[in-house]
Every structure is written in structure tokens, then in C-alpha cells.
């Protein structure tokens, strides 16, 4: 029953179109749901893989470790597309000229 209350803090959601797997993540990415994160990215076999961050309110390291593990597991066919706050920690930490990680 919908109480009209403050939207979920996190949700991540895939969608595949051909090999091409669309992920959304929205809201917090931290050590309670970055294997979330993880595995949805996971669950279905693509060939490419869109990570769409750019509704994430905020990052943590467990969440970095995370999108690390996908970056090695898809090297050359993962794209990132970060929310401001996630490009700050990935800058902060060092992860900001990654190949992934979509410029725009």
C-alpha cells in the first residue's frame, strides 16, 4: 500500500536489447546495495553493458569496488554514465580518465 511517503533510496533495474544490457541505478549505491548493483549488471549475458548512474544520489567505496569488478569483468564493453556526485568520487579517487566512464 502506497502511503505517499519519500521514494526508495536506492532501485536498479536491467533492460537487454539484443547483447546490449541498460542498467539503471537510482538513489544510494553503498554497502547495503552495491551487490545489488553488481548483480543485476550480472544477471543477464551481454556482450555490451550501459550503466546508467545517473540518478545516484551517492557513492561509496563499496560501491567503487563494485563498478571496478564490472570494469575488469567487461573490459572494452562497459560504459558508465556517471551522476555528478558519482563523477566526484570517481575523480576523488582516482578513477576519473577510465575508459568507461562516459565524458559527457
Known amino acids: 500500500m502506497d502511503q505517499g511517503g519519500a521514494p526508495p533510496v536506492f532501485s536498479a533495474g536491467a533492460e537487454i536489447d539484443g547483447d546490449h544490457l541498460h542498467v539503471v541505478v537510482a538513489g544510494e549505491v553503498d554497502m547495503a546495495t552495491a551487490d545489488t ?37 567487461f573490459s572494452g564493453k562497459l560504459t558508465v554514465r556517471p551522476s555528478r556526485q558519482v563523477r566526484r568520487v570517481l575523480e576523488i579517487s582516482g578513477l576519473g580518465e577510465q575508459s568507461w566512464l562516459d565524458p559527457a
Not at 38 to 48: D, F, N, V
Open 37 to 73: 548493483m553488481l548483480q543485476t549488471a550480472l544477471r543477464e549475458p551481454a556482450g555490451k553493458i550501459t550503466l546508467d548512474l545517473s540518478a545516484v544520489t551517492f557513492f561509496d567505496s563499496a560501491a567503487i569496488h563494485a563498478l571496478v569488478r564490472l570494469a575488469q569483468q
